[in-house]
């Protein structure tokens, strides 16, 4: 069996890998890091959970610790992007420990914290700095960083940067970092924007698959229930009551639904908490950490709080409601079965659902098996309202995913409207006027610069569509949908007045 030392890192690096308690790498580590160390391109494709930050993170380091010269002030030698601050200060986290006993100077910067003190730390400079893109751009804009020295590049959990609007501060990004660099790119799937996005930043890179894309662990046992009249909140409570031993993560769509959800959960007595978006910074630190140390036994999260999010352990995950990116589900389920272990996917899915485990399935290549319940029938889905099931690859090409889910009968508005409108309200109208904010704004955030660029209503190339695809952290249902519908026409016919009398719509 190959061990770390047979892929040529030196022996300073093995005392932090033993630190850590690897014995031996992991797949993606036995073929990344002699790639890496050689100074080529990689693209990882890897769902989470896999060790990926040790595959880039080691030979990055054994690069750094051979230079001699001394990091300059406002530098920055290597940059790891990650979509989430808790993803952000996982891998900071992780490479600390691999580097203990050097001197690499190793900074993480996220949103949500003191920009100052960021500024402050920044200006002596950082060998591997890990930033989340919004937060980056601010303290590029103060200038308060270097980053045409960037020599190592990391763009890890591609897709979820994209999926999170992040496509515009990479494509800035691209003609910022000038020197030439070794970019390593890691996603769990390859959808087409992140074939893209490699061609922007990457020279021939070497493709290294440990899983196939969209493909999710081994590991993990998958289930669905199907939920017919059920009550789903009285169906989660007695799933959670067979495993009271279990730790668990809970997937709930809004940050409303999972607070909610959350409180049913702690009145009947179960060692709950949660994360979402409406939480501030230290009440998601602190949930985390609960959850870390056993206080809580189940996490109620949304998407955009709980990716990347890295805790051994967790047996089972519960798709309370099924996302509506079907990517989404590999990155959910790969929660459980963390290194190595063994882990539960345990699916609900309701008549007016079923277009959406139909996505998942597409993509998984498989049927998930049923642990309770019947597949509806269509005539089932027609009685409920739902949506016909629509193929995947229709659903991801832009305007397609903006198809409207249908309410359930007798509970219209449920939902709130399509996917499109969601992103539309959160992107567009519903953030209009953060133009003129961003800027200034200490977490500057990619989708109300995205907002600003749909209200002047640009070109939009088939990639950047992905945006309006993107998932978005939502808020409980409301109507904004129509909302921003009303302001798209208005602001059209805004642009069409304009247009005649040849100046520039406000
Ligand atoms: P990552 O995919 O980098 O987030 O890693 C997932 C988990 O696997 C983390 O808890 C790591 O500490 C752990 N891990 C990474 N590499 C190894 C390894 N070679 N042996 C055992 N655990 C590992």
Known sequence: MTGFADLGLDLALLKGIEAAGYHNPSPIQ???????????DVLGLAQTGTGKTAAFGL?????????????QARQVRSLILAPTRELVLQIAEALKGYAQGSNLRILSVVGGASINM?????????????????????????EALLLDGVNVLVLDEADQMLD?????VLRHLSKILTAPRQTLLFSATMPAPIAKLSKDFQTQPVRIEVAPAGKTADKITQWVHYIGTQNRVDFLRNCLAEHM??????????KRGAEKLKNVLVDAGFAATSVH??????????????????????????????????????SHVYNYDLPEVPEIYVHRIGRTARAGAEGEAVSFCRPVDMHLLAEIEKLLGMTIPVASGERPTAEDIKKYGAKPVRSASNSRSGSGRGGQRQPASGKAGRS???????????????????????????????????????KRGPKKSANETEQGTGFVERSAPSNKGRQVKKSAKRSAARRKVA?????RPT
Not at 59 to 71: D, G, H, N, R, T
Not at 298 to 303: F, G, P, Q, S
Not at 431 to 449: C, V
Not at 499 to 503: G, P, S
């Open 30 to 40: 036995e073929k990344a890091i002699p790639i890496v160390l050689g100074g080529k």
């Open 277 to 314: 978006g409406n939480k501030s910074q230290a009440q998601r630190d602190k949930a985390i950490a609960d959850f870390k140390s056993g206080a809580a036994k189940i996490l109620v999260a949304t998407d955009v709080a709980a990716r990347g999010i890295d805790i051994s352990g967790v």
């Open 59 to 71: 030979p990055l380091i054994q690069k750094l610790m051979a230079l001699e010269s001394e990091v």
């Open 118 to 142: 960021q500024m402050k730390f920044l200006l002596k400079g950082a060998d591997i700095l890990v930033a989340t893109p919004g937060r980056l751009m601010d303290l590029h804009e103060r």
């Open 499 to 503: 247009a005649k009398r040849k100046m």
């Open 245 to 254: 031993d279990g730790v668990s993560v809970v997937f709930a769509r809004t």
């Open 164 to 168: 999170l609007g992040f496509i515009h």
């Open 416 to 454: 709130g409207g399509g996917r499109s409108a969601a992103g539309t309200s959160r992107t567009g109208a519903g953030r209009a006027g953060a133009s003129q904010r961003s800027s200034k704004k200490e977490d500057w955030n990619p989708l109300e610069a995205e907002g600003a660029r749909k």
